[in-house]
């Protein structure tokens, strides 16, 4: 993936190149990994992905430009055959794959806007938390992804659980409200890639011959930065494993943590488990 186009894996047991936003296949795959409210999961209809086809056909690449050329596109389906649901998965789709979505909807009647924001609401509040995986991946296409710093920033207005380990802490860093620009984890405690443990020489990316000498930047100054005033960084360097929980977030400090990051992750959505891994009065520097 990049930091431009976000490429959708196909469905398993198909190889072949990552699916293109604003196609067919790739509204469809996507479409099938949504949840609904019976709690099942569906392919989209024949004639829902004809639509998409006629709408797609309007648009002038979305993902990389905040202009669209719309036309018309009239849709003529029996009552009762869930259009306003479908129309509410577009606006979700839409929203989640333009750098800068903007998508006015307009109903008919009150009740009908409010089943449509309702129904979309539905596909969003299934999920209870997200995890960014770390390594060094996130270096290239995840750290300054202004998608998934959207993504991150739902969850975060909402009040939910986002995990981060390793360099994908950094996400957390860079995700920021674009009218006060503030960090989320400012007064926050986290942890991360520590600066003893960077890479000196090679950082590699698996499945590329992609090779750069040490990271492009320290992920430890960066969190230090970001989490104050009020907060700390702990690099916890010499200890075998570092995962700090300080709700909403719970982070890691690399990939051999994330068995114990998910732990506690579960252990938050379970338990209600707000703090742990540190002293409160902990603030500042911290090692």
């Not at 992804?145 to 994908?168: M, P, S, V």
Request: aromatic fraction near 12%; charge should be negative.
């Amino acid at each position: 993936m990049t930091g431009t186009v976000v490429p959708l894996a196909p469905r398993r047991g198909r190889r072949s190149r990552p699916l293109v936003p604003f196609t067919v296949e790739h509204f469809r795959v996507w479409g099938s990994r949504l949840v609904f409210d019976d709690g099942g999961q569906r392919d989209p209809e024949d004639w829902q992905l004809d639509f998409a086809r006629e709408v797609f056909r309007g648009l002038s690449a979305p993902y990389l430009s905040s202009s669209w050329e719309v036309r018309e596109a009239w849709l003529l389906v029996p009552e009762g055959n869930g259009k306003t649901t479908f129309v509410a998965m577009l606006c979700l789709y839409a929203a989640e794959w333009s750098i800068r979505p903007w998508i006015p909807v307009g109903a008919s009647t009150r009740p009908q806007a409010k089943t449509l924001y309702t129904q979309a609401k539905g596909f969003v509040d299934a999920y209870d938390a997200m995890l960014i995986v770390g390594g060094s991946g996130p270096i290239v296409d995840l750290v300054n992804n202004q998608r998934l710093h959207d993504l991150i920033l739902a969850f975060y207005d909402a009040d939910k659980l986002i995990g981060a380990e390793c360099y994908g802490v950094t996400c957390l860093a860079f995700a920021r409200n674009w009218e006060d620009r503030k960090s989320i984890i400012s007064g926050k405690h986290v942890t991360g890639h520590c600066i003893e443990y960077d890479y000196k020489y090679g950082t590699g990316f698996m499945g590329t011959n992609f090779v750069m000498g040490p990271p492009p930047y320290p992920l430890e100054w960066i969190l230090r930065d970001a989490t104050a005033p009020g907060g700390a960084y702990h690099g916890n360097y010499g200890h075998e494993t570092s995962v700090i929980v300080d709700y909403p977030f719970v982070t890691g400090r690399s990939t051999p943590d994330s068995y114990l990051t998910g732990q506690k992750m579960v252990e938050v959505l379970e338990t209600g488990l707000k703090q742990w891994g540190f002293h409160p009065s902990a603030v500042g520097a911290a090692t």
